[in-house]
């Protein structure tokens, strides 16, 4: 299966820098409309057979247009939702106790998933209910699938689950608005990471470290 995961259009939490988890959430700025309104052209050459949100309402705004164009309805699933933040919702995401969001969400992509968010979820089950949603789509019969989801959420999981993605690579490169990561696999045969924001990424030990874009072409953002 062909997977696209895309992180959600701008919303005013991304402006304000702060840590915005908890459901339903706010909704997009001008700029993120705009950012989802341009989704359907930036993926057209994608086949998509099924568009996935999450249960957030940013999510749902940025998968409207792309699953609109392909003549396809929203599925909507808790699963691929963002990483709660717990006891740090709301927290700045520069501040001392925000910057310990992004640790322990780097902790568990290197498989210290037994750590438990500050009044939030444990990396297992972060990583199980995120899982069970991709299982579902691969189980669909689809051959390319597009799931909008979250920043930290798709960074986790692709350090987590790709062969080819380490969590240093996903540390340094956040993802702009509706960046786009596109992965090859299953969860039996496991995941390769194909590109990451528009960068070609190196299979491990083919062109470079494990994770390395072959060109200069990622984007950057905060989460």
């Known amino acids: ?8 259009g701008q919303t005013p939490s991304n402006v304000a820098y702060v840590l915005d988890t908890a ?3 706010p909704g997009l700025t001008e700029l993120g409309e705009r950012q989802a309104a341009a989704l359907p052209g930036v993926l057209a050459d994608e ?3 099924a568009v996935y949100a ?6 749902q705004l940025t998968a409207a247009p792309l699953a609109a164009a392909r003549g396809l309805d929203v599925i909507v699933r808790d699963g691929i939702r963002e990483l709660s933040a717990g006891d ?4 700045p995401g520069d501040s001392e106790r925000g910057e310990e969001y992004m640790r322990i969400v780097f902790a568990w992509a290197d498989g ?7 009044g939030g979820e444990s990396g297992a089950e972060a990583l199980a209910r995120y899982d069970a949603v991709v299982a579902e789509a691969a189980d669909s019969g689809a051959g390319t699938v597009a799931m909008v989801s979250h920043g930290a959420a798709i960074r986790m ?11 240093a690579f996903a540390a340094a490169h956040p993802l702009d608005n509706t960046g786009v990561v596109t992965l090859e696999g299953s969860p039996t045969d496991g995941w390769k990471a194909l590109t990451w924001a528009g960068a070609t990424v190196a299979p491990a030990g083919e062109g470079g470290p494990t ?3 072959m060109d200069e072409t990622a984007h950057t953002g905060t989460d």
């Open 211 to 213: 994770g390395r874009p």
């Open 23 to 25: 459901v339903p959430g």
């Open 47 to 49: 086949d998509i057979e």
């Open 112 to 118: 210290r998933t037994d750590l438990r968010m500050p």
């Open 157 to 167: 999981w692709t350090a987590a689950r790709a062969d080819n993605v380490d969590v």
């Open 1 to 8: 299966m062909r997977l696209l995961l895309v992180r959600h």
């Open 88 to 91: 740090l919702e709301m927290l």
């Open 54 to 59: 999450s249960t957030l309402v940013r999510t």
